[in-house]
């Protein structure tokens, strides 16, 4: 469902499938997450998915708002605008390293997809979620990594808003893909080739996928 905003009608949008009008004004900008971690001194393997919005049990809102497994809550409703990652700077008294974040980032590929219909994929820099600390630190190994610039301004959106309630299958994941790519031989004429191993984090990262856009919550419990 893509919805498109009706011209002198603030509040109300066009199912542009159905052609019914989708009234927005009761609704508030907020976000549906969830979380996953990735523990410390274990190598990641090859091939590993790892799923947001199935696991929910023993999480709270520090964590993760959903309350029921890979679907919104009964009644509610949402107008999906934007898809994002953030990578915890820290687990407790565990101050993740710049460098897991970046072993993370730079090695895995995102994708969402609702009732197995693709919503966006590619690797996981290109999901910033516009959240995040800025500035500097003095500490020893240790440093403020954010994926993208931490404002939501920057944060880039979905070309067609979609209209999301308690029947819809949320299915995002992190996945770690060989890249055996690398140890070809190189068509520019370079003698060596690159092994690519997975990596092995030194401090547990917690990872949070945003699904942001304007939020009903049902009226009644």
């Known amino acids: 469902m893509a919805l498109q905003p009706i011209e002198g009608q603030p509040g ?3 199912d542009t499938d159905t052609g019914q009008v989708v009234n927005i004004r009761d609704f508030r900008e ?8 990735i523990p410390a001194g274990e190598q990641i393997s090859t091939g590993i998915e790892i799923i947001f919005f199935q696991d929910i049990q023993g999480k709270r809102e520090t ?4 309350k029921t497994p890979r679907k919104l809550s009964a009644g509610e409703s949402m107008v999906l605008d934007r898809i994002g990652l953030y990578f915890r700077l820290a687990v407790g008294n565990s101050v993740t390293l710049p460098r ?4 993370v980032v730079e090695n895995s ?6 009732n197995d219909i693709l919503q966006d994929e590619g690797p996981s820099i290109k ?15 240790a440093g403020i990594v954010s994926v993208g610039v931490p404002a939501t301004a920057s944060a880039s959106r979905l070309v067609k808003k979609q209209m999301l309630n308690q029947n819809h299958e949320l299915d995002g994941l992190i ?16 003698n060596n080739t ?16 945003y699904l942001h856009g304007l939020v009903r919550a049902a009226v009644t419990k």
């Open 194 to 209: 690159v092994v690519v191993d997975q990596p092995t984090l030194e401090t547990p990262l917690i990872i949070t996928n």
């Open 109 to 114: 590929y995102y994708r969402l997809k609702i």
């Open 30 to 37: 907020s976000d549906k997450y969830d979380s996953i971690v």
């Open 63 to 66: 964590d993760s708002n959903i």
């Open 12 to 14: 109300l949008f066009r």
């Open 100 to 103: 897991d974040i970046i072993k």
């Open 175 to 190: 996945r770690f893909d060989a890249r055996g790519w690398t140890q070809q031989a190189s068509p520019a004429g370079f």
């Open 127 to 141: 999901f910033p979620s516009g959240y995040g600390l800025y500035g500097q630190t003095t500490e020893n190994d």
